[in-house]
């Protein structure tokens, strides 16, 4: 069973930067498409990248696409998110996603989540 764990978030000044990192303590990470999201009060979660379970595709939002980047490596069980270029505007809870298959942008479509960890970005 996929039990996700995410560390990392924190605060960072508007430009700066931070990694998230999730960690798969269950051990079947190796089969599943990752996925990150984030979600701020009162509004929908939303997609901010996966990456399939090779590791060979990876997809972005628009709005984080040329600022982060998500990686993985199987053998440790870890996907990790670099967020660079920070605006206010990603202050968010970011949470960590799996699911069997291929990448998706959905959250209904995942099917493990993780409890989340807070981004804040200061002007």
């Known amino acids: 069973q996929v039990q996700l764990v995410e560390s990392g978030g924190g605060v960072a000044q508007a430009g700066g930067s931070l990694r998230l990192s999730c960690r798969d303590s269950g051990g079947t990470f190796v089969d599943y498409t990752l996925g990150w999201f984030r979600q701020t009060p009162g509004k929908e979660r939303e997609f901010v990248a996966a990456i399939s379970a090779s590791g060979s595709l990876t997809t972005y939002a628009d709005s984080v696409k040329g600022r982060f980047t998500i990686a993985r490596a199987n053998a440790r069980n870890t996907v990790w998110l670099q967020l660079n270029t920070v605006k206010p505007e990603d202050t968010a809870v970011y949470f960590c996603?799996?699911?069997?298959?291929?990448?998706?942008?959905?959250?209904?479509?995942?099917?493990?989540w993780g409890q989340g960890t807070q981004v804040t970005v200061s002007s």
């Open positions: 996603a799996a699911r069997p298959g291929f990448i998706r942008t959905t959250p209904g479509q995942y099917s493990y």
